[in-house]
């Protein structure tokens, strides 16, 4: 029952935001779907409509991805209370650290040549010259992709993890008895255990995902040209500009 009122207010506000777009401003003048036939023949409109596509699409596939790998592993490897509250503590910092501070840091790292990761690199001889991380469309995508999965990752982790504990280990045991591959165990037990919070963790990572704004902005501001200017970047930096 509690589901209906916001069932309510979600259509409620879908409907206004509707009506309201229905509108030229700031002479308040109905318009019917002029705003929505001039948005769809915008070229930046549809080219950060896609660039928010593949962001949306690397950034939720990696994070629920490397937060199942991260959970079962640490689920079937780590038994010490004393490791596991580590690593609790170490995959919360990414969580607790503002966005906005995780751009500046990532902004110091992709810093070519005299940055963390481009002299690493450089150091271990994995490329030859340094990468212009955050002034070369294909490779600043990658640099706002890797900020994000940084800090979002550790909750899937956490929030995964906390469904593994309800495994029923007397299930686990008989099947590591039988002989059972490590894959279908998870396959055929834990993920049984997973799939709800799995759906959880999607949604809430796709809706984080389409509103992205400040990492993003502080690393590339959109660009290079609209590389990485999504949807949430398209609705205010003209504004600005």
Same mark, same amino acid.
């Given at each position: 029952?509690?589901?209906?009122p916001?069932?309510?207010?979600s259509?409620?506000? =879908?409907?206004?935001a509707?009506y309201?777009?229905?509108f030229r401003?700031p002479a $308040?003048?109905f318009?019917?779907l ?9 070229? $930046?409109? %549809?080219?950060?409509?896609n660039a ?10 990696? $994070?629920v =991805?490397l ?7 640490v ?6 209370? /004393?490791?596991r509250? &580590?690593i ?9 650290t503002p966005?906005?501070?995780? +751009?500046v840091?990532f %902004? ?12 690493? =690199?450089?150091?271990?001889?994995v490329?030859?010259a ?22 979002q990752?550790?909750?899937? !982790? ?17 099947a590591?008895?039988d ?16 799939? %709800?919070?799995?759906?959880?963790? +999607? ?5 984080d995902? /389409? %509103?992205v704004f400040d990492?993003? !902005?502080? =690393?590339t501001g959109?660009?290079?040209?609209n590389?990485? $200017? ?5 609705? &205010? ?5």
């Amino acid at each position: 029952m509690a589901s209906i009122p916001m069932l309510f207010f979600s259509l409620y506000s =879908l409907g206004f935001a509707i009506y309201l777009s229905s509108f030229r401003y700031p002479a $308040e003048r109905f318009s019917g779907l002029y705003n929505l036939t001039r948005v769809l023949s915008d070229h $930046e409109f %549809r080219a950060s409509l896609n660039a928010t596509s593949v962001y949306v699409s690397l950034t939720v596939g990696s $994070e629920v =991805l490397l937060g199942t790998v991260f959970s079962v592993a640490v689920h079937r490897t780590v038994r010490s209370g /004393f490791l596991r509250a &580590v690593i609790y503590l170490l995959f919360i910092i990414p969580i607790a650290t503002p966005s906005v501070v995780a +751009g500046v840091i990532f %902004r110091l790292l992709f810093i070519p040549r005299y940055g963390l990761i481009d002299a690493a =690199l450089l150091k271990a001889h994995v490329i030859s010259a340094s990468i212009p991380w955050l002034f070369n469309p294909r490779w600043a995508m990658v640099s706002v992709v890797v900020a994000d999965v940084w800090r979002q990752t550790p909750l899937v !982790f956490l929030i995964l993890f906390s469904g593994l504990q309800a495994v029923p280990k007397d299930i686990v045991e008989a099947a590591s008895l039988d002989g059972a591959p490590s894959w279908h165990l998870f396959r055929y037990v834990e993920l049984i255990y997973l799939k %709800r919070l799995l759906m959880v963790v +999607g949604v809430l990572r796709l809706s984080d995902s /389409f %509103r992205v704004f400040d990492h993003v !902005f502080l =690393l590339t501001g959109g660009g290079p040209g609209n590389a990485t $200017e999504f949807l949430s970047l398209y609705l &205010v930096l003209p504004v600005s500009k």
